[in-house]
């Protein structure tokens, strides 16, 4: 796989991991309104109390996704640590300090070139040349890889 394919799937987890995050905030919300009453049923006194059916489904919604976010938090944090420690193995410190600010911190090429004092060219044309820099080396140390599967997202290299 491509060093750009290979860095580039930790944003892809981070995407994920805030989906999940924006819809268990949306199921929260939902928590939080108060349903209106049918006042057309029929009223009857005694009987069994009926639950809000919807309501408790909406919890454990909540819970389930919570249970998925924590374990998608800790996946990345360990793809991000593997991520980390390959591209330390470059040698050049330009190189490790541009492959981190675009792949673990998701900048932009413009915000790394502002950053570093470069202009954007001359960012892009160090960003290209630590990419290849890394598929040498990761090729020549013979860096193993591993594969995550989350949410169906499999992060290998």
Same mark, same amino acid.
């Given at each position: ?5 290979? %860095?580039?799937?930790? =944003?892809? %987890?981070?995407? =994920?991991?805030?989906?999940? +995050?924006?819809?268990?905030?949306? %199921?929260? /919300?939902? @928590?939080?309104? @108060? ?12 009987? =069994? ?8 489904d909406?919890? $454990?919604? $909540? ?5 998925e $976010? ?9 793809? /991000?640590?593997e ?7 470059? @040698?050049? /410190? ?7 600010? +675009? ?18 060219d001359?960012?892009?044309?160090l ?7 890394? /598929? ?12 995550? @599967?989350?949410?169906? %997202?499999?992060?290998?290299?």
């Open positions: 796989m491509p060093a750009k394919q290979y %860095l580039g799937q930790l =944003k892809k %987890l981070d995407e =994920k991991i805030r989906q999940k +995050r924006e819809k268990l905030q949306n %199921l929260k /919300e939902c @928590t939080k309104s @108060t349903g209106s009453v049918d006042v057309t049923k029929e009223r009857v006194d005694g009987g =069994k109390v009926s639950t809000d059916a919807t309501y408790v909406t919890l $454990i919604q $909540i819970e389930k996704l919570d249970k $976010i924590s374990e998608m938090i800790k996946e990345y944090n360990v793809y /991000e640590r991520i980390k420690r390959h591209i330390n193995i470059l @040698t050049n /410190e330009v190189y490790i300090t541009l492959l981190r600010k +675009r792949y673990v911190e998701f900048k932009t090429l413009s915000q790394i070139a502002k950053e570093m004092n470069y202009s954007y001359y960012a892009r044309f960003h290209g040349k630590a990419l290849k820099a890394f /598929e040498i080396e990761t090729t020549k140390k013979n860096v193993r890889c591993f594969g995550l @599967t989350i949410d169906n %997202l499999t992060l290998k290299c």
